[in-house]
């Protein structure tokens, strides 16, 4: 039979503004979580990551905000940009468990020029 | 550019087949890991290695094997293919020691394998 895709949230904003994206993890023992950017054809590129001693960390546009009381992440793009459309992953590695990452199911995120 | 190289891109083959696809981390990088990626199961940790040993085992089939050499590049063979194994096939390398965790991992572009 036909495989069903998984059903993406999405996200669409226009040029130049903020985006946010969201992410629900699923263990409270996790913690180091990583995002990803995945373009169509490619692999998942690294963004920023965050270890648990921390709520907040920036990088360049990007800022990642973390909340341990509800297991929630955010991933903000600041100024949306048309190569910002991509898929975007969290990653959560739970502690002993060694280097092992569980990923979200992505978030498509499209830039109206 | 992260570094890794998977080839080949595509392959298509037919079921029962078997393939081998191949990995090479980035330089330096001691790990290497595999994932699957389909479009009802999103990517699924495969298999790790670590330095030519398996270091972790997550959803791969029985049909499935990996192996690390000593020039540190992956190999991972598909056998008995079956029409649901049609997925991209991604190999991620990271740094450091063998109970080193919390590092980030990164991806080549994977092989797309589809099956007829």
């Known amino acids: 039979g036909e495989s069903v895709g998984l059903h993406l949230p999405t996200l669409s904003v226009q040029e130049g503004d903020n985006s946010i994206i969201n992410c629900a993890y699923s263990?409270?023992?996790?913690?180091?979580f990583i995002w990803y950017k995945q373009e169509s054809g490619k692999g998942p590129q690294f963004i920023i990551d965050i270890r648990s001693n921390m709520d907040k960390r920036q990088g360049q546009r990007v800022t990642v905000l973390l909340n341990k009381t509800v297991k929630h992440l955010s991933l903000q793009i600041a100024a949306t940009q048309p190569g910002d459309s991509a898929v975007y992953f969290c990653?959560?590695?739970?502690?002993?468990?060694?280097?092992?990452?569980?990923f979200g199911t992505g978030t498509s995120l499209t830039v109206i020029p | 550019d992260s570094g890794v190289t998977q080839t080949p891109k595509h392959l298509i083959t037919a079921t029962g087949q078997r393939v081998t696809l191949r990995c090479s981390p980035r330089?330096?990088?001691?790990?290497v890991y595999w994932y699957q990626q389909s479009l009802d199961q999103g990517l699924q940790f495969l298999i790790q290695?670590?330095?030519?040993?398996?270091?972790a085992k997550g959803n791969i089939l029985e049909r499935f094997s990996a192996q690390q050499f000593p020039d540190l590049h992956s190999e991972l063979n598909l056998s008995s293919l079956e029409l649901g194994d049609s997925a991209l096939y991604f190999c991620?390398?990271?740094?450091?020691?063998?109970?080193?965790?919390?590092?980030?991992?990164?991806f080549g572009d994977g092989t797309r394998l589809s099956i007829l």
């Open positions: 330089s330096g990088d001691l790990s």
């Open positions: 263990n409270s023992a996790s913690d180091y």
């Open positions: 991620a390398s990271s740094v450091g020691s063998r109970d080193t965790v919390n590092q980030p991992q990164h």
């Open positions: 290695y670590y330095n030519g040993e398996e270091r």
């Open positions: 990653a959560e590695n739970m502690k002993d468990t060694g280097n092992q990452f569980y």
